[in-house]
């Protein structure tokens, strides 16, 4: 199983794309988030996957670093259909809010043609905070956050060998995500910036974390591997190399600061 971020970006970067990712396993994928417009087609090109194979999606919430370029994909998937070039069904899950969000905005600005395939092809699945689904063979469960912005879900997987894989969102960990997080072998958390540098960006002004506080949260939740996002592009060069020297201070797990593209073994 590999993940894939074809994104590490908060949502005003310009020098890689906003957070979205894609877990393969077996051939099978699992996409979360589209970022923010058509530029999610170029990150799965450059990637090496075809967009056609992203039949399982999520969408965490309906800010527009994340939904916009799933906007592109429901556009993608319906114009193929029509085409008589895409075969079989897609899946999008996400809450209420954000369902009906797609929906409202595809019906106006899709073509009829390609709006009718909504709901026979490809199906809007709302999802309720503690629901489970079987996904690609495995049980996700998908999970509010409690944002105190917008509505925002995130999700765990189940991994081989009784592994928990799981997703906190873009926002500071909730304490009642705890069932879900603590002691799981992967978690994704975002870090807007290194700790050092918060009186520049102002992480916690826009309800965000720093590397410290994602590594110390961790290493307090018993977490064998961190993969930090949602990250911001000032110090992309070195940005790698500067978040781990911070952050190793913190957590004595397995860190990981990826670059836009770059893939993770998953084990």
Not at 94 to 105: P, T, W
Request: include cysteine; aromatic fraction near 10%.
């Amino acid at each position: 199983m590999n993940l894939t971020m074809l994104g590490t970006g908060h949502a005003l970067v310009t020098e890689c794309y906003n957070t979205c990712f894609v877990i393969e396993d077996n051939k099978k994928y699992f996409m979360v988030d589209g970022g923010g417009g058509n530029g999610i087609l170029h990150q799965l090109k450059a990637a090496g996957y075809d967009w056609m194979d992203m039949r399982e999606i999520f969408v965490t919430h309906k800010h527009i670093d994340h939904l916009t370029g799933i906007i592109w994909m429901v556009r993608m998937i319906c114009q193929s259909m029509n085409h008589g070039e895409y075969e079989g069904e897609a899946n999008i899950y996400a809450h209420e809010e954000v369902i009906d969000l797609i929906s409202d905005m595809v019906g106006k600005l899709l073509l009829p043609k390609e709006v009718r395939f909504i709901g026979e092809r490809l199906h809007l699945i709302t999802v309720e905070d503690g629901e489970k689904k079987i996904i690609n063979d495995r049980e996700v469960i998908f999970f509010d956050i409690k944002s105190t912005k917008a509505k925002q879900f995130g999700f765990s997987m189940e991994l081989d060998s009784g592994k928990k894989f799981v997703c906190c969102g873009d926002e500071p960990y909730n304490s009642c995500e705890e069932v879900y997080a603590k002691g799981c072998d992967w978690l994704l958390h975002e870090a807007f910036c290194l700790y050092s540098q918060a009186d520049i960006f102002d992480p916690y002004e826009k309800h965000h974390s720093t590397v410290k506080d994602a590594c110390q949260l961790a290493e307090k939740l018993g977490v064998r591997n961190l993969v930090l996002y949602h990250m911001e592009d000032k110090n992309l060069k070195n940005r790698k190399e500067l978040y781990r020297a911070e952050g190793s201070g913190y957590f004595s797990g397995n860190l990981y600061v990826p670059d836009d593209l770059e893939t993770i073994e998953i084990c």
